[in-house]
C-alpha cells in the first residue's frame, strides 16, 4: 500500500515521473475545481497530501533509499500547493506547471537545504517549498495583471 500511495499510483516507476505525477495533478486539480471544491476545502486536502506522503515516504525510505526518485507524491503535493488560491485556467495551470518544475528541478532558495531534513519530511518539504515559491509568483503575476 505504501509503494502505491508513495508512487502515485505507480506514476513514479515511469521515467519522467515526477513531471507525469505534477501533470496528472494539474488535470485532477482542473476537474476538481470546475466542481467547485472551496479554498478552505483545497487547504484541508493540501494537508492531507503532506501528511500521507510523508507517512509514506517515511517507510519507503529504508527499502529505497533517500529521496528516491520512484517517491512522487511530493510532487503531487508541490503541485497542489503551486495553485492554491490561484484562479483556475489553462493559462495558469500552464504557468504553474513549468514554475513548479523549475523550482523543484534546479532547487534554488534554500530548497535543496530542505531536501537534507531526516526521512520522509525532507522528501517533502524541498516541493513544498518549490510550489510555495510557485504560487507566490503565480499570485504576483496576477495581481500585477501579467496573467
Given at each position: 500500500m505504501y509503494k502505491l500511495i508513495s508512487t502515485s499510483l505507480g506514476i513514479g516507476y515511469i521515467k519522467g515521473g515526477g513531471t507525469i505525477a505534477s501533470l496528472l495533478c494539474c488535470i485532477c486539480l482542473y476537474f476538481s475545481r470546475t466542481c467547485g471544491i472551496s479554498p478552505p476545502l483545497s487547504v484541508l486536502i493540501a494537508l492531507i497530501i503532506f501528511?500521507?506522503?510523508w507517512?509514506?515516504?517515511e517507510k519507503m525510505e529504508p527499502l529505497w533509499g533517500k529521496d528516491n526518485y520512484r517517491?512522487?507524491?511530493?510532487?503531487?503535493?508541490g503541485m497542489y500547493i503551486t495553485m492554491l488560491f490561484v484562479p483556475l485556467s489553462l493559462k495558469t495551470l500552464f504557468v504553474g506547471f513549468v514554475l513548479f518544475r523549475l523550482?523543484?528541478?534546479t532547487k534554488p532558495f534554500y530548497i535543496r537545504r530542505l531536501?537534507?531534513?531526516?526521512?520522509?519530511?525532507?522528501?517533502m518539504?524541498?516541493?513544498v517549498l518549490a510550489g510555495i515559491y510557485a504560487n507566490l509568483i503565480l499570485q504576483i503575476a496576477l495581481f500585477v495583471s501579467f496573467l
Open positions: 501528511a500521507v506522503g507517512f509514506t515516504a517517491i512522487v507524491i511530493d510532487e503531487i503535493a523550482f523543484d528541478i531536501e537534507k531534513l531526516p526521512g520522509g519530511l525532507g522528501v518539504m524541498d516541493d
